[in-house]
């Protein structure tokens, strides 16, 4: 069975991750976008030519994958935070 390639797709999720470029290397932070479909931005910002090994790290991730479910809810408790930071 083939992989789909979700690469064509836009980007729906970002987060913190740690990754190697050869094995037993360094581990570095990254940034990894679309859990990897889309690729990982290095420290200086440069997509690495040679990845071995990554895994995400805490620290951010935003997942807008299904953003459309949560927009309401969102204006809401935007609309709430605004009232306490306001008044």
Same mark, same amino acid.
């Given at each position: 069975m083939r992989k789909k390639d979700r690469s064509q797709e836009p980007i729906y999720r970002i987060e913190t991750c740690k990754f190697q470029r050869e094995p037993d290397g360094e581990w570095e932070p990254g940034i990894?976008? %679309?859990e990897g479909d889309k690729g990982i931005f290095d420290a200086q %910002?440069?997509?690495?030519?040679?990845?071995?090994d990554y895994k995400t790290f805490p620290g951010f991730c935003l997942d807008i994958s299904d953003f459309e479910y949560w927009v309401p809810y969102l204006l809401g408790w935007l609309e709430h935070i605004e009232g306490l930071v306001t008044d």
């Open positions: 990894l976008i %679309n %910002n440069q997509v690495p030519e040679q990845i071995w």
